[in-house]
C-alpha cells in the first residue's frame, strides 16, 4: 500500500464528509428560513426545503411572498453547488480508483493486524527482488518496502506467495521509523536491509534495533569500511555482493562440484535436500545432555547433523558421536523434507518447529 493514496484517500474521505455536511446546512439553513421568513411550521418548512434540493417540481407547500421566492432562488443555488461538488468528488473516486484501493488498503491493514514472526526486506532492487523470491520459495511470510511504485508494483507482479502465506508490499522510504512501524517491525523476526546506500542501511540497522531489540538485522554493504560500521551499529550479519560474489566466483572456478552442491541444498524450490537450524530448547527438547551416539539423531530421522553452534558461540564442524548435546545448542542440519521433519519432532517433541521447507510436502 502506497502512503501517498492513502493520503489522498484520506483526503477524498474528508472532502466527501464535508460536501455532506454543507447540504446538510443548507437543508438546515432552508427549514429554519422558511419557518422564520413565511411563518410556517417546521414540518411543512422542511418539506419545502426537501422538493426544492430535490428540484422534483412539487408546487409550493403554501404561497410564496417575494421574500420567500428569492430566499428559494438562493437556496436553489447553493444546493446545486454543494450536490455538484458531492457528485464531483464520487466521480473522481470512481474514476481514479479509490474505493477499489480504499478496500485493498482495508484488507491490507488486516493482514498486517495478524502478521507475527515474520521477515522485513527493505529495498526491491536486484538484491532485495532475488531475497524476495527466495523468501516466497521458502514459504516465508514477508513484508517489502520501497520507495520507488514501479518497483512495488513489480515486484507484485512476479512474486506469488504460496496459499496460507503472506507477501505483502509497503511504498514508503524504510529508513523512517514511521515505515517501519507500518511493517510491524514489533513483530518481526528479522529484518534485510539491501537498500544500494550504506549510509541508509545504517539508518535502517538503528532504526530496526531501537524499534525492536530481539530483532535479526542483516545489512547490506558495498566496502570493507561500511561492513564495520554496520556492525557496529548493531547488524549480526553483514553481506557485500561485491566481496561475496567475488570469493563465489573463485570458488566456481576452483572447486565447481562443491559450489554446484551447497546452491542445491541452499536455494531453489526443486531441491532434494535442505538444510535447517534446530534449537535444542530447554522446555521442549528431550534430548539435552545425551551424546548424538545416545540421541541416536542420524539413525532416527536418517538427516545429517552438519556442525553445532554452542550458546556462547563456539562452533563444532563434524560433531562427533560423543559431542553432548547441551541446552540452546543450534544444530546445522542436511536432509530431505521428510528426514528434517523427523529430526524436527525428535528434538522438540513438544512443540516442533515450523520449518518452511517442510511445509512443501503437506500442501
Known sequence: MQPTFKQQYQRLRYQ???????LGAVMGIGTIGYARLEDWPLWDALYMTVI????????EVHPLDT?????TILLIFLSIASIGYIGNRITEAVFQ???????????????????SQHYIVCGLGRTGLQIAHEFAAERIDFVAIDCSADAIKAAETHIISPEGHIFASLLGDATLDETLINARIEKAKCIVAALPSDAENLYIVLSAKTLNKEIRAIARANSEEAVKKLQRAGADAVVSPYITGGKRMAAAALRPQVIDFVDGILTGTDRSFYMEELLIDRETSTCVGQTLRDARLRSRSGALVLAIRRADGALIVGPT??????INDLLICMGTTDQLRRLNRILSPLQPKQISPLQNIDK
Not at 16 to 22: I, R, Y
Request: hydrophobic share 40%; aromatic share 16%.
Open 97 to 115: 480508483g479509490y474505493f477499489q484501493e480504499g478496500f485493498r488498503l482495508r484488507l491490507w491493514h488486516q493482514i498486517m493486524n495478524k502478521v
Open 52 to 59: 426544492t434540493l430535490s428540484t422534483v417540481g412539487f408546487s
Open 321 to 326: 558421536a560423543d559431542t553432548r548435546l547441551q
Open 67 to 71: 421574500t420567500g421566492r428569492k430566499f
Open 16 to 22: 466527501l464528509a464535508g460536501g455532506f455536511l454543507a
